[in-house]
């Protein structure tokens, strides 16, 4: 079986000036087709047929035969039957053989996979047709205009996916049989379109174009590895969502451990794909599967075997949150949530690196008052400390029926109807809230904040809503940014602090204008809302 493929490339684009030799990704755009040709499973005689010599001497730097266009054949107003028949005619001549098939392949067409033309060969000659043709079906409610009129291509106006199949064709093959080759035909009678998926059906004709193949060649395949459970809370699922929204190029993978209740719920909601595991060494046969060349841990401290084996597999590494033996094995760590406490090349410290969710980059902090209408009381996702009734209690000593006081509880707090019921029985001015969907909508009313010493205090300080926080646990007081030099009052660990301290500072605070001001100052100096841009550049590895 003989088959001929025959890449068209002359030196005149206009839309691009010197298009296909113009280099996509660090590499011609020329290559791409020839590469596909070459790596084919099918053995395939690829020739380049071109008028100039820019494109001559990369067609043969790649690989393929060059055929010396006539000028007559290289002007604007050609189209490819009389092209391709002349390569297929000098080439059998030189060669003393007849070819079976000729394909034709655009230079254009940089993001066709081999596999798929493999694919579409093994179709082409399975199903007898003459010509096959690759296309791709992108159904719209579509109109024409005949004789001065325009008019409907649709019988039904219907959404999109219920629309009947419109075929459209590509650039990246026309598959015929010899016979049907001529000087003004590529078409046999018996013809069929070959279906492209959508990310390898672009052909390159503008500026757009090119960077629509632009972005999908740089596409990288990413596993974000994160946890959600009551103990931890849920964190680390929001900072990865947020990443994985803002990854947008790229495709995204999440993989979450089998006890982290919690954080599949969220992750199921959110609609991104996910694996669930039992064990962290099970990330191997995910990474191999999905080719991953990027992999996020966001599971607090990590061991070194562990990172090692993931580095073994050869894929760039990137952790949150990590002060464990497995961090100075990754190509990055990102703890923003701490101060530098090594001199370690890999390692990104403190707020300028804090990544915040798209409804505080909108939003706009509090406008400061004298007077104190409302507090937020705030402690997570889960609150295992369950501070949020510690506070409640605190309150309900306090005699002051002026000041509104909103709970926000999550989805993991196990003691949200025993709040609600305390609540209704209280005389104070209560609302419990639960499993807030915008909670820029409660920070943006508050005047003080009570809250943990995790990622809430920074949504807290980008709203500069002065706080008084309560550390959940040993590692949370570690989070350098929740002290006064960025506008909290800082109690320490929650389960140590007396009721009646609790009491006195809020009760102080609330009596203490000036204070609050000078908090609220403190934290609007503090830019929070550029750390994502920084984030998004370590992981893609962007300089």
């Given at each position: ?35 596909n ?21 990369i ?16 002007v ?42 493999d ?76 279906e ?51 990854l947008?190029?790229?495709?995204v ?38 080719k ?92 295992p ?25 999550g ?77 909290f ?11 009646r ?36 550049k ?6």
């Amino acid at each position: 079986m003989n088959i001929l493929v025959i890449i068209p490339a002359r030196g005149g684009s206009k839309g691009i000036p010197r298009k296909n030799i113009r280099l996509l990704c660090k590499k011609p755009l020329i290559s791409y087709s020839i590469e596909n040709a070459l790596n084919s499973t099918f053995n395939m005689d690829v020739l380049v047929s071109t008028d100039d010599e820019e494109i001559e001497k990369i067609a043969v730097q790649y690989g393929a035969e060059v055929l010396n266009r006539p000028k007559e054949l290289a002007v604007d107003n050609i189209t490819l039957d009389p092209v391709i028949y002349h390569a297929l005619i000098k080439t059998e001549k030189e060669k003393k053989l007849i070819y079976d098939y000729v394909i034709t392949m655009q230079p254009t067409s940089p993001l066709l996979k081999t596999r798929t033309l493999d694919a579409a060969i093994d179709y082409f000659i399975s199903n007898e047709y003459d010509t096959l043709i690759s296309g791709i079906n992108n159904p719209h409610l579509s109109w024409t205009e005949s004789d001065g009129e325009v008019i409907p291509l649709y019988r039904k106006r219907l959404n999109r996916q219920y629309l009947p199949k419109h075929l459209e064709e590509t650039g990246a093959f026309v598959i015929t049989k010899r016979e049907f080759v001529s000087e003004n035909n590529r078409l046999g009678s018996n013809i069929s379109i070959y279906e492209l998926p959508a990310n390898e059906s672009i052909d390159i004709d503008t500026p757009q174009d090119w960077w629509v193949a632009e972005t999908e060649l740089s596409k990288k395949s990413i596993l974000i590895r994160t946890d959600g459970y009551s103990k931890i809370g849920l964190g680390h699922i929001y900072r990865c969502l947020l990443l994985a929204d803002n990854l947008i190029d790229h495709e995204v993978r999440f993989v979450i451990s089998s006890h982290s209740d919690l954080g599949i719920k969220k992750i199921k909601e959110s609609h991104f794909k996910y694996n669930v595991i039992d064990d962290n060494y099970e990330i191997k046969k995910l990474i191999n599967t999905y080719k991953c060349d990027i992999l996020i841990n966001d599971i607090l401290d990590t061991d070194a075997d562990y990172i090692r084996h993931c580095k073994n597999l050869g894929v760039r590494v990137v952790n949150f949150e990590d002060l464990g033996k497995g961090a100075p094995y990754a190509d990055v760590v990102i703890n923003d949530l701490y101060e530098k406490s090594n001199n370690l090349d890999n390692h990104y410290w403190g707020s300028s690196y804090y990544c915040i969710r798209d409804e505080f980059l909108l939003a706009n902090p509090i406008t400061f008052k004298e007077n104190v209408n409302d507090v937020l009381i705030i402690f997570g996702g889960t609150d295992p400390c369950n501070l949020t009734k510690r506070t409640f209690d605190v309150i309900n000593t306090i005699d002051n029926k002026d000041i509104h006081y909103t709970f926000i509880v999550g989805l993991g707090y196990r003691h949200t109807e025993e709040l609600i019921n305390e609540a209704n029985k209280s005389d104070l001015n209560i609302d419990i809230i639960q499993d807030v969907k915008h909670m820029t909508e409660y920070m943006g009313k508050a005047d003080i904040a009570i809250s943990s010493q995790g990622r809430t205090m920074l949504e807290l300080a980008s709203m500069a809503v002065p706080t008084i926080l309560l550390a959940q646990n040993v590692r949370e007081q570690a989070h350098e940014f929740g002290y006064m030099k960025n506008g909290f009052i800082n109690l320490g660990l929650g389960s140590k602090v007396e009721n009646r301290t609790i009491r006195e500072t809020l009760l102080w605070l609330i009596n203490s204008p000036q204070i609050r001001k000078q908090m609220n100052q403190q934290m609007l100096r503090k830019d929070l809302k550029t750390g994502i841009k920084r984030v998004l550049k370590l992981i893609v590895n962007n300089d």
